[in-house]
C-alpha cells in the first residue's frame, strides 16, 4: 500500500465482528490463567499485556503505525517528545560519549544535552550541519549524531544521506528527529539513520490535544529504549496514544495542506515591507533550496518563520492585531498559530547565543495550518502592514 493508504491502516488487525474504531484500553494491569501464561507473556514468547507501565494495547498499536509508516521494524512509544528523545539517546549511546548535534536546535533538546547529559559524563558539540566539512571535523570520537530533518525554528535542512555516511564511517551512530517533515514527506531510515523520533505531540497527533513521543528503528536498539521508558517510568498513557494513533489516519491529507499553506505565506511574506528576511526552506532565497529540493520533493511541512524589523516591540504589535491566528508555544495543530523563539523554545539561551543561531528579537515562528491559504496571507499581511 502506499503510504497514504498506510497512515489509514497501519497498526491494526481487524478480525471479523472487530470494532472498526479501537477501543480505548485504560486497564493498568491484565489477569492471568496460571503461573506458565503470566511467564509466556512477560518474556515475549506470547502476545499480550501485563502491567501498564511496559506495555498497552493502544501504546503497541501507535508504535506498529509510527514504525511502519517510516520504515522500522519496530517502535517505542513515551510520555512526551523529549522522553522519547532521551530514550533514544541512551539506546544509540548508554556510556557517556561525545554527541554531535546540529547547531540550530530545538531549545528543548539543546537543555537535555547541556543540563542532564554533560554533568553525566557526555559531551555535546553543536556544528552547522549544512556545512559538510565541519560536520566531518567535529565527528574524531564522537559516538552519536543528532540532527532534525528540518529545524526549529528557522526551518534549515541538511544532506542528511552524506552526513550519516560520514558518521558511520567514523563510528558514529545516527538519530534524527524528524517531528516537522513526518513520514509523509521524508523517511529518514531510508536515507542511513539508525534511529528516528517524533514528537508526536505535534503532526501525528495534530489537533493540539495530546503529549506523547515515538522512537523507531531496528528492533534490538527499540527493544532497548523500550525497555528503558518501562523502567524510568516515562511511558505513554493509554488515552494519549489513541488520540494520537487517530491523528494518524488524517496525517497524509494533513501534513499536504500544511505544506502547501507554509509555502504560500513564506512566499507572500517575502519581500514584503517590515519583513527582513524569510525562512523556508523551498524558498529559491534558502540556503537549504538545493538539499531541501532533492531530499522533500513533496513538501517540506508545516513550519516556516520570519523575522520583523523592529524587534520585539514589532512582534507585539503584529500579535495583537491578528485576527485569526493565534499565539501558542508548540505546534503542528490544525489552526495556524505563532510562537515568539526568544521566550518560548529558546529562552534558556543568550541573546548571543541566539543571535549565533539566527534567532533574533523579531523572529517569529510559524506553525502554519490546514485554513483557507489565502486566509492566512491576508490575516499576516493586515497584521505586519499596519504596523
Known amino acids: 500500500m502506499r503510504l497514504a493508504s498506510r497512515a489509514v491502516h497501519a497498526g491494526r488487525e ?3 465482528r472487530s470494532p472498526l474504531a479501537p477501543p480505548i484500553h485504560p486497564a493498568s494491569v491484565h489477569v492471568f490463567e496460571d503461573l506458565a501464561d503470566y511467564d509466556a507473556v512477560a518474556r515475549g514468547d506470547r502476545p499480550g499485556h501485563y502491567y501498564g507501565r511496559n506495555s498497552n494495547e493502544n501504546r503497541a498499536m501507535l508504535e506498529r503505525a509510527v514504525a511502519d509508516l517510516e520504515g522500522a521494524e519496530a517502535g517505542a512509544a513515551a510520555a512526551s517528545g523529549m522522553a522519547a528523545l532521551h530514550i533514544a539517546i541512551l539506546a544509540l549511546a548508554p556510556r557517556a560519549t561525545t554527541i ?3 547547531r540550530e536546535l530545538y531549545g528543548g533538546t539543546m537543555a537535555l544535552l547541556r543540563q542532564d547529559l554533560e554533568p553525566a559524563g557526555y559531551e555535546a558539540h553543536f556544528v552547522d550541519m ?4 565541519a560536520v566531518r571535523r567535529s565527528l574524531d570520537g564522537a559516538g552519536l549524531l543528532l540532527m532534525e530533518t528540518v529545524t526549529n525554528p528557522l526551518c534549515g535542512v541538511a544532506d542528511i544521506e552524506a552526513i550519516a555516511r560520514m558518521a558511520h564511517e ?4 545516527v538519530l534524527v528527529d524528524n517531528t516537522f517533515a513526518t513520514p ?21 497527533g495534530g489537533h493540539s490535544d495530546l503529549v506523547a513521543g515515538v522512537v523507531v528503528g531496528g528492533r534490538t536498539l527499540i527493544s532497548t529504549a523500550h525497555a528503558r521508558a518501562a523502567r524510568t517510568g516515562g511511558t505513554l498513557g493509554a488515552f494519549d496514544a489513541w488520540l494520537a494513533l487517530r491523528g494518524l489516519r488524517t496525517l497524509d491529507v494533513r501534513v499536504r495542506r500544511h505544506s502547501e499553506n507554509a509555502l504560500a ?7 514584503m515591507a517590515g519583513v527582513s528576511k524569510v525562512h523556508h526552506p523551498l ?3 534558502s540556503s537549504s533550496y538545493a538539499v531541501a529540493s532533492r531530499l522533500l520533493p513533496e513538501g517540506a511541512g508545516g513550519m516556516m518563520a520570519f523575522d520583523l524589523e523592529g524587534g520585539r516591540d514589532a512582534v507585539q504589535r503584529m500579535l495583537s492585531r491578528l485576527r485569526m491566528v493565534t499565539f501558542a508555544a508548540s505546534l503542528g495543530g490544525v489552526e495556524t498559530t505563532v510562537s515568539y523563539p526568544e521566550i518560548t523554545s529558546h529562552r534558556g539561551l543568550t541573546a548571543d547565543e541566539r543571535a549565533e543561531l539566527g534567532v533574533g528579537s523579531g523572529t517569529v515562528r510559524v506553525s502554519v495550518g490546514i485554513e483557507s491559504a489565502d486566509d492566512i496571507v491576508a490575516d499576516f499581511t493586515q497584521a505586519i502592514a499596519t504596523q
Open 100 to 102: 554531535v548535534a546540529t
Open 130 to 133: 549544512q556545512d559538510l566539512d
Open 14 to 16: 481487524l478480525a471479523a
Open 265 to 271: 505565506l513564506a512566499r507572500a511574506l517575502e519581500g
Open 283 to 285: 524558498l529559491n532565497s
Open 184 to 204: 509523509i514527506l521524508c523517511r529518514p531510515l531510508e536515507l542511513g539513520a539508525d534511529v528516528v523520533m517524533h514528537s508526536a505531540t505535534k503532526y501525528i
Open 170 to 173: 567514523r563510528g558514529a551512530a
